[in-house]
């Protein structure tokens, strides 16, 4: 089953996350900051890491960059998940290796998951 890992602190965007995710039959871990999404990366092994970018012990870009340093998440897809601007959200997801960006809040639920799918698929 694929995993993925959702570093969020919103329980909101959390719930809706997860909600649609499981429903799709995705196995769905979960941190609430940077520091545990980091411990629970290297434990868990993810497929795919969701990450927010506004976390309340460190920036999620930041977060980003640590697992960028490990050579097992050198090709993992790292995902922002965030509600700033588009294109500041792609900019700063791209500097900092993210392979990409999912806007917050989710809208439309095919989108969500047609956007993770290809993340999955590019890996």
Known sequence: MTKILIVEDVPD????ARKILTSRGYDVIHASNAEAGYQLAMEARPDLILLDLGLPDYDGLTLAGQL??????????????TAWPADTAQHMAESYGCNGFIGKPIVRVQDFVAQ????????
Not at 13 to 16: S, T, W, Y
Not at 69 to 79: G, M, Q
Not at 116 to 123: A, M, P, S, T, W
């Open 68 to 81: 960028r340093a490990v050579p097992a998440f050198e090709n993992l897809p790292i995902i922002a998940f």
């Open 116 to 123: 993770i799918e290809n993340f999955l698929q590019g890996r």
């Open 13 to 16: 965007n959390l719930e809706l």
